[in-house]
């Protein structure tokens, strides 16, 4: 890929960061847009960051959760992956930062 699907700026492969739940991953070569910044991930690149995350334990964190209504609150369900991660405790407090 020469010209960038988005915006037709040159796409020139740079070495990037990539940023999971706040970790830092490692430095992964990607190709990056120099007119509107879009980058694009080749499917090898994908496959070991992938890698990088399941060695980590970080798979299965990102997930959609559904809010429940408790009294005039909200209540939000975590998996006992995401629990684990955070280290959160029962009756323990949290900010919504960590999430």
Do not use: W
């Not at 429940?68 to 959160?88: H, Y």
């Amino acid at each position: 890929m020469e010209k960038c699907p988005e915006c037709n700026g040159k796409v020139e492969k740079k070495r990037v960061s990539y940023i999971l739940l706040g970790i830092d991953l490692g430095k992964f070569p990607i190709l990056v847009c120099d007119k509107c910044k879009e980058q694009f991930y080749e499917e090898d690149v994908l496959d070991k960051i992938d890698e990088v995350a399941k060695k980590r334990g970080l798979c299965g964190l990102e997930h959609r959760t559904k809010l429940n209504v408790l009294g005039n609150s909200l209540a939000v369900r975590l998996s006992k992956n995401q629990v684990e991660f955070s280290e959160l405790k029962r009756g323990g407090s949290f900010s919504l930062s960590r999430i």
